[in-house]
């Protein structure tokens, strides 16, 4: 397979892969679903980076723009649900009011999060960014029609 087919097929199955997991999180937004989400959108980042000179640099940056802001937003719900789970695991009771805090914080950690998944839904991340990866015969090659 050569390197531009065997780059669109990559991008294209993690692209995928993180509209699945962007509109799993964004219906239920569990620990589960935004560490998938987070895994899912670093998937996809290394693999714009492993494919950089095979991909639109223009596209590229607003890929990465769209994805930050999610990825900021879902950290902060990340890491919120991991100290949770680490104070409740050390034996803090579940009315203790730092992990009421903290799950307050969560809550709202987590309509931002749906926040940005929604722009980022608007956006058709599979119609408007695959294109941009796609394989594009080679100019002045090929068959014409007649």
Sequence with gaps: MPPARFAEVSLASRL???VEQAERCYATPDADAVHDLRVAI????Q???I???LVDAK???QMRRALKRVMDAAAVVRDLDVGIERLIEEGVPAEDALLEEMRSERRRG???LSGWLLLLKSQEPEISWRPCFETRPAKGGGARAS
């Design 16 to 18: 995928t892969k993180l």
């Design 47 to 49: 693999a714009l980076r």
């Design 110 to 112: 987590g309509l931002a």
């Design 51 to 53: 494919f950089n000179t």
């Design 59 to 61: 596209a590229v940056k």
């Design 42 to 45: 670093r998937r996809f980042s």
